[in-house]
Every structure is written in C-alpha cells, then in structure tokens.
C-alpha cells in the first residue's frame, strides 16, 4: 500500500501561485511514477501533470503548459506542483496519484493509489 497526502491548496487570487505537495509513504516512492489530477465541480477528473519515477520525463494537459511545474524529490518522498498564473479555471480539488509503471502514465485507470485531494480555488 502506498499511502498519499496532499497539501498547500487553498485560494490565491487570479495571476496568484499555489505549491502543491503530496508526500507519500509505505511502500519505495521511487518505486512509482506519480501523477497530478484535478476534478471541478460537474466536470470529470483530468490528468494535469505527470512525472516519470526518475524525473526525467513530464508530461502537462495544453491548459496548463508553461504555468504549472511538476517535480519529484525521491530522497523525501515527495512530488510538488508549482502552479503560477493561476486562472479561475484552475478552480478544482487537486488529487496526487501513484503508478507502479516507469514511464509518464496517461490513464487514471492505471494508478492504484489516491490521495484524498487538496481544494484550490482561484478568485477572479
């Protein structure tokens, strides 16, 4: 089991940034490729980043790309979202999830670990 908690939501102004962490723990956390999601009200869950177990690779929805960084620290068991220029459609809970595959993964069906979620909201 892979256990995961996200932090650092909250509501930030449009223009504003948000770092989001979600800190992992149970099982090797270099172990898992990770992957941020984010679901608004009424609308489905989306894919906004994702991150290969080394960090080498990424991967970013177009909405998002050049405004939100993913990153990893393997020695703390972490994964990080650095939203800047945030937007009112950024407005959603943020989930963090864990895949036991190596490469930037897509699907949600193909992550086995959740996080419970942290709200951002961007005021305009």
């Known amino acids: 089991q892979v256990q995961l908690v996200e932090s650092g939501g909250g509501l930030v102004q449009a223009g504003g940034s948000l770092r989001l962490s979600c800190a992992a723990s149970g099982r090797t956390f270099s172990n898992y490729a990770m992957g941020w999601f984010r679901q608004a009200p009424g609308k489905e869950r989306e894919l906004v980043a994702a991150?290969?177990?080394?960090?080498?690779?990424?991967y970013y929805v177009d909405s998002v790309k050049g405004r939100f960084t993913i990153s990893r620290d393997n020695a703390k068991s972490t994964v990080y979202l650095q939203m800047n220029s945030l937007k009112p459609e950024d407005t959603a809970v943020y989930y963090c999830?864990?895949?036991?595959?190596?490469?930037?993964?897509?699907?949600?069906?193909?992550?086995?670990?959740w996080g419970q979620g942290t709200q951002v909201t961007v005021s305009s």
């Open positions: 991150i290969s177990r080394n960090g080498m690779s990424t």
């Open positions: 999830a864990a895949t036991p595959r190596v490469r930037v993964t897509l699907a949600p069906k193909e992550y086995n670990y």
